[in-house]
Nanobody, 119 residues
Framework: QVQVVESGGGLVQAGGSLRLSCVAS????????MGWYRQAPGKERELVAT?????YLAGSVKGRFTISTDNAKNTMYLQMDSLKPEDTAVYYC???????????????WGQGTQVTVSS
């Protein structure tokens, strides 16, 4: 089992920055990748960024958001710069648990952290 806990959300003015953190604990040896989703009110959950080697960043955040990891701290970060009101959402961290701990990949989710960008 894996636990992931996000932190770093808050209220910021447009143009400002925030850094989200996601700490993984438990059987982290089987984590194959981690990433961030977000969900705005009335909208579907959207993949923002992932560490799966593809370098994926949602088009709406390219050039503004950066994903990184600190393996020594079992922590993933999402640096968010030049924030816009449309970035307002609950941001969720996930960790994918894979072989050899489990045959079929399984995602563990955090509780989410609210990011609100005022205009």
């Amino acid at each position: 089992q894996v636990q992931v806990v996000e932190s770093g959300g808050g209220l910021v003015q447009a143009g400002g920055s925030l850094r989200l953190s996601c700490v993984a604990s438990g059987d982290i040896i089987c984590i194959s990748d981690m990433g961030w989703y977000r969900q705005a009110p009335g909208k579907e959950r959207e993949l923002v960024a992932t560490t799966d080697g593809s370098g994926y960043l949602a088009g709406s955040v390219k050039g503004r958001f950066t994903i990184s990891t600190d393996n020594a701290k079992n922590t993933m970060y999402l640096q968010m710069d030049s924030l816009k009101p449309e970035d307002t959402a609950v941001y969720y961290c996930y960790a994918t648990w894979s072989k050899p701990c489990i045959d079929a990949p399984h995602a563990f989710w955090g509780q989410g952290t609210q990011v609100t960008v005022s205009s």
